[in-house]
C-alpha cells in the first residue's frame, strides 16, 4: 500500500493536472505508485509519450504491446484520468472524486498511518502469507530474424538497449528531427545521383539546380519528422546550403579521382555461417582508372573524423557498418578497396570525406576479425541462452536513448562540466 505522502503527491499532481492540462503531471501520475500501472509499463509509456505529447491517446492506440493483465491496468488507468479531467468538481470535491476514482482513499490512509502510533492493544493482528517460490529463471528467445550492422551497433553500445530495442521492442520511437534531416537528405541525393552519375564541370549549372530541386522534393516529403513549420523551414535551408558544399566536392573529383556511381541504395545481403545478414549501401562508386570498387556512407550526425579513428572503432569492436558492406560486395565478386563515410552534417564545412583504403588505412587483418565478430555476437544472440543483458557503464550513451526511463540499471549520468 503507498504510503499517505505518496497519496497526498498523487492527488495534488492529479487536481493540478485536471486544473492546468500539463501532459507532464499526467506521465508523472502513470508512474506513481498509486497509478495502479506497473513501474515498468508506466515507465514505458512515459517515455513513449514525452515524444508523442499525449499519453491517453497513446493508450487508447495500444502503441506498446503488452500482456493482458497490463494492458487491462493502462486501459483503467486512462478511464480514471478521464474522470477526473471531465469532472466539474472543485476544491476538496475534487480532491475527492481523484480519490474516488483511483481508489486510494486519501483519509484511510492517513489513519493508517496514525494507527501505526496506537497503543498494540487497538492495532489489527499481522498475519504473514505463505512465501511465494521464486521462479526459474529462463534464457531470452533466440533471435531469429536477419541480422544488421546497426543492431551489432547496438548490442556493442548497450546489450540492455538491444534487448529493449530488438528483444522486446518496449517503446515505439517515433524518431526525432535529426533521424528526419538524415532520411530526406539521403533520398536527395539518391535522386540527384540517378541523373548525376559522374562528376562533370561541364554539368556545373545542372547540377546546382538539380540538387535544389532534390532537396526539395525530399524534405517535403518527410515534413512529418518535423514538430514545428519553424523547424522544418530552418532544416531545409541547412541541407541545401550543405547540398551544394557537396556539388562542390563532387566536382572535385573530376581533377583528383574521377569515378562512376554505379548504384544507389544497394542492398547487401550476407550469409555468415547460417546468419543471415542484410542491410543497404547508399551508393557504390567504380574508378574509372582502374576499375576498383568503393563503398560510400552518407553520413548526417557526429562520426569519426579520421580514418584512424573510425579503424580503432573497428578494431574495438564499435561499429560493424563498412566491414559489412565491404565482405557483402567481396562475396558479390567486387574488389572494394575503398570504404568512404561522407559528412554532412555541419553546412558551414565543406565535405571531406573520411577515406579507408583497404591494406592500408584499414588492415584487411582488422576487417576479417570484424567478420569474425559479426559470427561471433550473432551465434550468441540466436542461441537462446542469455539470461540477462548488462546496460552500458558509458553514461553518454544514455543521452538519446529511448529507453533510459525504463532502464533501472543505467549509469548515473556525467557531472555537469562548465567552463571557467
Known sequence: MPEAAQVRSFIDDAVRWRKTGDEALLLRLIRSSCSGVPHDVGAAYATLAGRTGDLLDAIDRGRLALPPPDRDRVLLFARRARLVRDSNSEGEALRSVVADAFEVQERVILSAVEGRHAPAATQGAVELGEPVAREEGG??????????????????????????????????????????????????????????????????????????????????????????????????????????????????????????????????????????????????DRDERTGD?????????????????????????????????????????????????????????????????????????????????????????????IRRFEPTDNAAACTYCAYQAACADKPPAEAQRFGS
Not at 517503446?171 to 535529426?178: K, L, M, T, W
Not at 533520398?187 to 532537396?215: K, Y
Not at 560510400?296 to 558492406?325: M, N, W
Request: net charge positive; aromatic share 12%.
Open 139 to 284: 534464457g531470452v528467445p533466440r533471435w531469429q530474424k536477419h541480422f544488421s550492422a546497426s543492431a551489432l551497433n547496438a548490442y556493442g553500445e548497450c546489450a540492455r538497449k538491444w534487448f529493449y530495442r530488438y528483444a522486446c521492442a518496449a517503446v515505439e520511437d517515433p524518431g526525432s528531427s535529426a533521424s528526419a534531416y538524415g532520411t530526406a537528405f539521403h533520398l536527395a541525393l539518391e535522386d540527384f545521383h540517378g541523373d548525376f552519375p559522374r562528376p562533370r564541370s561541364t554539368d556545373r549549372s545542372a547540377m546546382r539546380h538539380r540538387i535544389r530541386e532534390c532537396v526539395t522534393w525530399a524534405f517535403e516529403r518527410n515534413r512529418d519528422g518535423f514538430e514545428t513549420r519553424v523547424e522544418f523551414e530552418l532544416q531545409v535551408r541547412r541541407a541545401q546550403r550543405t547540398a551544394q558544399r557537396y556539388v562542390d566536392w563532387f566536382l572535385a573529383q573530376e581533377r583528383e579521382a574521377p569515378f562512376e556511381v554505379l548504384g544507389r541504395e544497394v542492398s547487401a545481403e550476407l550469409d555468415l555461417e547460417g546468419r543471415a545478414f542484410v542491410g543497404f549501401i547508399d551508393r557504390l
Open 293 to 385: 570498387i568503393g563503398v560510400v556512407d552518407y553520413k548526417t550526425g557526429s562520426i569519426a573524423t579520421s580514418a584512424a579513428e573510425y579503424g580503432e572503432k573497428v578494431r574495438r569492436f564499435r561499429d560493424f557498418q563498412l566491414p559489412f558492406y565491404y565482405w557483402a560486395r567481396t562475396a558479390a565478386g567486387d574488389r572494394v578497396t575503398k570504404l568512404v563515410l561522407i559528412p554532412l552534417k555541419d553546412a558551414l564545412l565543406d565535405v571531406r570525406p573520411v577515406v579507408l583504403e583497404v591494406g592500408k588505412t584499414i588492415k584487411l587483418d582488422d576487417l576479417k576479425r570484424s567478420r569474425q565478430k559479426m559470427i561471433e555476437l550473432s551465434t550468441v544472440l540466436a542461441s537462446g541462452e
